[in-house]
């Protein structure tokens, strides 16, 4: 009975020292990746060393007041000029919109546009004219084949037949001519019974723009804003 717990004991001797050198082995490598930088425990490939858990800290930290400053310094320069420009265009876009006269101008240089189309497309205009010169010719043409003795009676009669066929084209497509040339006469005389009214339209379409313009002039001049507020906080001592 004595010696079974002699043996006993001697064993349990046995496994603590192996504990302890195995302790011992594994503290010497947590070690040897502290000193040597950021390693992978060699037991398992996965754990991490005290030195790279600092370095992951010390990449995490916040920036100084003099980094934080110098950023949102160079931030709001890059932004001056843009608005400058955008403050430079929108008041020339602003003149542009409101100058009566210019407006005035763009409605006359229309009205000039529509007479001219108008005395094109009338009843007694050069577009009417177009469909009854094309079929005078072919007319006149026909004329002259009917006592042509230069052909052979065959040849005469396939020299008709083709005219005659494009005289029957000429007549359709003059006859397209006159109802769109109609159509349109009749839409560019009922603008022109309109035109106070489309002046009034043309002035409100130009005031729209001038909105537009003062909007987005806000939204610039707001980022701008919250820019320069931020470089304002960074200047202030930490705890200010």
């Known amino acids: 009975?004595?010696?079974?717990?002699?043996?006993?004991?001697?064993?349990?001797?046995?496994?603590?020292?192996?504990?302890?050198?195995?302790a011992l082995t594994l503290a010497g490598q947590v070690y040897a990746e502290?000193?040597?930088?950021?390693?992978?425990g060699a037991a398992n490939g996965n754990g991490v060393g005290l030195n790279g858990l600092s370095s992951s800290v010390i990449s995490r930290a916040p920036?100084?007041?003099v980094e934080e400053f110098s950023k949102q310094l160079e931030d709001f320069q890059k932004s001056v000029?843009?608005?400058?420009?955008?403050?430079q265009d929108s008041a020339a876009a602003i003149d542009s919109a409101t100058d009566i006269d210019k407006a005035r101008a763009a409605i006359d240089q229309l009205r000039g546009q529509v007479s001219t189309l108008l005395a094109a497309v009338s009843d007694n205009g050069p577009v009417s004219q177009?469909?009854?010169?094309?079929?005078?010719?072919?007319?006149?043409?026909?004329?002259?084949?009917a006592q042509e003795?230069?052909?052979?009676?065959?040849?005469?009669?396939?020299?008709?037949?083709?005219w005659q066929r494009l005289q029957a084209e000429t007549e359709n497509a003059a006859k397209?001519?006159?109802?769109?040339?109609?159509?349109?006469a009749g839409l560019l005389q009922t603008l022109q019974s309109n035109e106070d009214f489309i002046d009034e339209l043309v002035e409100l379409r130009q005031a729209e723009k001038a909105i537009e313009v003062i909007k987005n002039l806000t939204r610039n001049i707001r980022d701008a804003s919250a820019r320069?507020?931020?470089l304002i906080g960074s200047i202030k001592p930490p705890g200010a």
Not at 149 to 162: A, P, T, Y
């Open 63 to 65: 920036a100084s007041p």
């Open 34 to 40: 502290d000193n040597t930088g950021p390693g992978t």
């Open 81 to 87: 000029p843009d608005l400058n420009k955008e403050i």
């Open 130 to 145: 177009l469909g009854f010169k094309a079929l005078a010719h072919i007319r006149a043409k026909l004329k002259i084949l």
């Open 176 to 184: 397209e001519l006159g109802d769109a040339r109609s159509q349109f």
């Open 149 to 162: 003795q230069r052909f052979k009676l065959e040849e005469r009669q396939f020299l008709v037949d083709q």
């Open 1 to 22: 009975m004595t010696s079974s717990a002699a043996v006993s004991r001697a064993k349990n001797r046995l496994l603590i020292g192996a504990i302890l050198t195995a």
């Open 228 to 230: 320069l507020n931020r």
